[in-house]
C-alpha cells in the first residue's frame, strides 16, 4: 500500500471534522454548504437569546409552536397580538395627561362677574388696576372708608359707567364697550337694591314689586301678582298685609325687604347691594343678613355687596374685597381677613 493510500485509510485524529465536500462534486459540494447553513424546520433562531437578554415566554406562542411547529404565519398573529396586548396595558397605566393650566385671569362662564384691571378717573383717579371675581352662588362684600369708590363699582356692572381702561365681565360677557340697547338686556340678569330702599313714594307694595315685570317681560296681570306674591313670602313679608300699603306706612326693616323682593321679581342671577343694613337696628340688620344668605344657599344668586358693616360682611361674605388708597388692598376670605397681620386691615376691623 503506497504512503497515500495508508494515509486516506488511517481514521481522523480525534476532534478533527471532516469535510464531506472534499470528495464531493462542485454540484454536491453547493448543496450540502446550504442545507448547513439552513436551520432545521421548526427551530428559530432566538437573536434576543444570543445577546444574551430575557424576554419572559408568551404562553400562546410556546402552545402554538408545540401544536404546529410549521405555521409561522400563526406564531406572527400571536407575536402581533401579545404587542397589542402591552401597549394597551401600557397605555392604561400612563397618567393622563395634566390639564392646560390656567390663565391668572380666566373670564369662563364660572366666573358670573369679573373686573379685569379696571382704571377709573373723573377729575382725580377714582379706582386703578381693581380686579376681582365672583362665582356663581358667591356673595363678595366690598369694604372700605367712605369716598374709596366702593359704590362706583355697583356703577360699572350696571353698565352706568364705563371704566377708561380694563374690561367687566357678566355671565361670561364683556359689557365694556355693548351698545345701550344690548346693555338694557344685560341689565335684566341683575337685580339692584338701593341704599334705603329707594322704593317708588306714590306706588303700593304691590306696584313696587310689579314694576320691572312690566318693563321687561310680557307676563299676565295674574302672572304677575303670582310673581310679586312669591317674592315678598321669600322675603318674609305677608302678602295679604302689605301688597296696598305705601312705602310711608312701612318700617325701615320693611321697606328693605321689599327692595329685595323688587330687585329678585325677575329672577336675577346677580345681586347688587348698595349698603342694605345702614341705618337698621341690630335685629333688622340680621335679618337681611339671613335674606342675602338665603338667596346663596337656595337659588344660588351671585352677590356683590357694597357695605360698611364688617359685622354682617363677615357673616354673608364668600370673599371681601378691601377698597384702600383706589386699589384692591385686600381679597380673601373673612378668615384669611381676620388673620391678616396687615397693618392697615388690623386698624380696619379695630376691635372686631
Do not use: W
Not at 366702593?150 to 377708561?164: A, Q
Not at 359689557?175 to 340697547?181: G, M, V
Not at 312701612?250 to 342694605?276: C, Q, T, W
Amino acid at each position: 500500500m503506497s504512503d497515500d493510500e495508508h494515509r486516506k485509510s488511517e481514521p481522523p485524529p480525534e476532534g478533527d471534522v471532516v469535510n464531506p465536500a472534499a470528495e464531493q462534486t462542485p454540484a454536491e459540494s453547493a448543496a450540502f454548504e446550504k442545507d448547513r447553513l439552513q436551520p432545521p424546520i421548526g427551530k428559530r433562531q432566538d437573536s434576543t437569546a444570543d445577546r444574551g437578554e430575557r424576554r419572559a415566554p408568551n404562553p400562546e406562542s410556546v402552545e402554538a409552536d408545540a401544536e404546529d411547529l410549521d405555521a409561522p404565519i400563526r406564531r406572527g398573529s400571536d407575536h402581533t397580538r401579545v404587542r397589542r396586548a402591552i401597549r394597551s396595558a401600557l397605555d392604561a397605566d400612563r397618567d393622563p395627561e395634566p390639564p392646560e393650566p390656567a390663565s391668572t385671569m380666566e373670564y369662563s362662564a364660572m366666573n358670573v362677574v369679573a373686573l379685569d384691571h379696571v382704571y377709573l378717573a373723573f377729575d382725580q383717579p377714582i379706582l386703578e388696576d381693581v380686579s376681582f371675581t365672583a362665582k356663581a352662588g358667591e356673595t363678595i362684600t366690598v369694604l372700605g372708608e367712605s369716598g374709596t369708590g366702593k359704590s362706583t363699582i355697583l356703577k360699572l356692572l350696571l353698565r352706568l359707567l364705563v371704566p377708561d381702561r380694563g374690561r367687566v365681565f357678566l355671565d361670561g360677557e364683556e359689557i365694556t364697550q355693548l351698545p345701550f340697547d344690548r346693555a338694557l338686556k344685560v341689565r335684566q340678569k341683575m337685580g339692584m337694591v338701593f341704599q334705603g330702599a329707594a322704593l317708588f313714594d306714590s306706588m303700593t307694595v304691590y306696584e313696587n314689586v310689579a314694576y320691572p315685570l312690566r318693563e321687561h317681560t310680557s307676563l299676565s296681570e295674574d302672572e304677575i301678582l303670582a310673581r310679586v306674591r312669591e317674592k315678598l313670602e321669600f322675603v318674609d313679608l305677608n302678602p295679604d298685609k302689605v301688597l296696598d300699603q305705601l312705602p310711608s306706612e312701612l318700617s325701615g326693616g320693611m321697606k328693605k325687604r321689599v327692595g329685595i323682593a323688587r330687585g329678585m321679581a325677575n329672577n336675577a342671577k346677580i345681586m347688587l347691594y348698595d349698603e342694605p343694613t345702614s341705618g337698621l337696628d341690630p335685629l333688622t340688620t340680621g335679618t337681611i343678613t339671613h335674606l342675602i344668605l338665603k338667596l346663596q344657599r337656595e337659588l344660588r344668586v351671585t352677590s356683590v355687596v357694597v357695605t360698611h358693616d364688617v359685622r354682617s360682611a363677615f357673616r354673608m361674605a364668600s370673599k371681601i374685597a378691601v377698597l384702600a388708597n383706589r386699589k384692591i388692598h385686600f381679597f380673601g376670605t373673612p378668615e384669611e381677613m381676620s388673620g391678616s397681620d396687615d397693618p392697615y386691615l388690623r386698624d380696619f376691623l379695630g376691635g372686631f
